[in-house]
């Protein structure tokens, strides 16, 4: 079955360290996204690509960065520069087409201390 | 700029109950929307979307979303819930001429009682 796999489930760090979230999908999309969720607030983009080596800052891109190498992959740090990293992040693909739905990944909680 | 505001944080209601969630989206283009539904620790899911044609869009499990223009909402029934319909939902809107950017609104949980 095709789908977005995110790893792992459950993540937790000490301050000051750079966590890097995984992110995969089978599904042949062009465009991958993250997003975080916080409680109370939806979902917020962090980061967006369109096509492989190329990708663009969404409303909250400070503190994170990404890579897009291959098309299947796109990797998010988590850096120490991110002021309350604490959260639910989604990793989300779609074909990149107009009005093409997002397909989500099941998240990685991220917790630091 | 675009919003989406969902005003239930939570809705509770008993089971065989029907259900209205509330979304409204404010935006100066044409828009395209979308339903999506959260299990605990789980990604989303697409509910339903509305992306041209008839404005009343249905789910496979008995959802449906009517979107109406005018009043720029685009409300989320169900005429009898189950249990199995405990949940968060979010809705989300894009710009037709942007539609690679998804707006979300915050959210609202579900509470299905027996």
């Known amino acids: 079955d095709g789908g977005i796999t995110q790893s792992p489930k459950y993540l937790f760090r000490k301050e000051g360290q750079n966590v890097t979230l995984s992110c995969e999908q089978n599904l042949n999309h062009d465009a991958m996204y993250w997003y975080r969720q916080d409680p109370g607030q939806g979902l917020r983009l962090i980061y967006y690509?369109?096509?492989?080596?190329?990708?663009q800052k969404g409303d909250i891109a400070e503190g994170y960065s990404v890579s897009r190498e291959k098309k299947e992959s796109f990797p998010l740090t988590v850096t120490s520069a991110q002021k309350n990293p604490t959260a639910f992040y989604l990793c989300?693909?779609?074909?990149?087409?107009?009005?093409?739905?997002?397909?989500f990944g099941n998240g990685t909680r991220l917790t630091v201390t | 700029a675009q919003s989406v505001t969902q005003l239930d944080s939570q809705v509770p209601v008993f089971e065989e109950a029907p259900v209205e969630l509330r979304c409204n989206y404010s935006?100066?283009?044409?828009?395209?929307l979308f339903w999506y539904v959260q299990y605990p620790n789980q990604g989303l899911q697409l509910l339903l979307k509305y992306l041209s044609g008839s404005t009343l869009v249905e789910s496979i499990n008995g959802f449906e979303a009517e979107f109406n223009k005018s009043q720029t909402s685009f409300h989320l029934r169900k005429p009898s819930v189950h249990i199995s319909d405990t949940a968060e939902y979010f809705c989300a809107v894009s710009e037709v001429d942007s539609s690679y950017k998804l707006i979300f609104g915050s959210g609202t949980r579900l509470l299905v009682r027996p």
């Open positions: 935006s100066s283009v044409s828009v395209y």
């Open positions: 690509s369109q096509i492989v080596n190329d990708f």
């Open positions: 989300a693909s779609n074909p990149g087409y107009k009005n093409s739905p997002l397909h």
